[in-house]
């Protein structure tokens, strides 16, 4: 099956300081990758999709300047939190979009990303 | 506007079968997706189905009525392991996922 990495699966960082998380399609090509994040017990929210070689598109509510993403190749998207807060501690999953020769598109999460700012 | 229903959490027997129902509305419709999640963990690809009727994969069944905005995961034979939540997402006809907010399944030995 498709493999997504991310990395770091953990991290613990002082306030004001920028984290950034790498995601990895390992075995396909990505034009497409998303964004989420998770708060405990509820379902992902989807932060910003990430298109190869173009901006990417923020949903309503969330601060281009402060989580920056940069899809610099077909199988890397990199995620910034810069000047990262206590509230923006939570569980960041990336996504790549897959497409099967049959032209079905299949979203394959990466392991996530736990983010702890203290 | 969009939307996606399934319950918030259910329980069953360990080798039992469960139903989970799942219902949507979406500008347009380009399929519907079952992720399993367990906690703490990113969510897993189950299924995906596109046209109306049954799609079987071992102990894991999907099912679609396109037209009644509508789908099930159906888990056969339950193991202790298939405790975990279950995401459905449908694709838009932007093929953007709008996603369900999970059911809790819990399995009782």
């Known amino acids: 099956g498709a493999v997504v990495s991310q990395h770091p699966s953990w991290v613990i960082c002082k306030s004001g300081t920028s984290v950034k998380i790498e995601c990895r399609s390992l075995?396909?090509?990505?034009?497409?990758m998303f964004w989420y994040r998770q708060f405990p017990k509820q379902s992902l929210m989807l932060m910003a999709t990430s298109n190869e070689g173009s901006k990417a598109t923020y949903e309503q509510g969330v601060e281009k300047d402060k989580f920056l993403i940069n899809h610099a190749s077909l199988t890397l998207s990199t995620l910034t939190v810069t000047s990262a807060h206590p509230e923006d501690s939570s569980f960041y999953i990336c996504?790549?979009?897959?497409?099967?020769?049959?032209?079905?598109?299949?979203?394959?999460f990466g392991p996530g990303t736990r983010l702890l700012v203290l | 506007g969009q939307n996606i229903d399934q319950p918030t959490e259910m329980t069953a027997t360990e080798g039992a079968i469960v139903q989970i129902n799942c219902t949507y509305q979406?500008?347009?419709?380009?399929?519907l997706f079952w992720y399993q999640q367990h906690a703490g963990e990113a969510p897993t690809f189950l299924s995906y189905?596109?046209l109306d009727g049954l799609e079987e994969k071992g102990r894991f069944s999907s099912f679609l009525s396109r037209s009644k905005g509508y789908s099930y995961l159906l888990l056969k034979e339950l193991q202790m392991k298939d405790s975990a939540s279950y995401l459905c997402a449908a694709s838009d006809s932007n093929y953007q996922l709008i996603w369900g907010a999970g059911t809790k399944l819990i399995i009782k030995p």
């Open positions: 979406t500008s347009g419709f380009n399929g």
């Open positions: 996504s790549a979009l897959r497409t099967s020769g049959s032209g079905q598109e299949t979203q394959y």
């Open positions: 075995d396909f090509q990505a034009t497409t």
């Open positions: 189905n596109v």
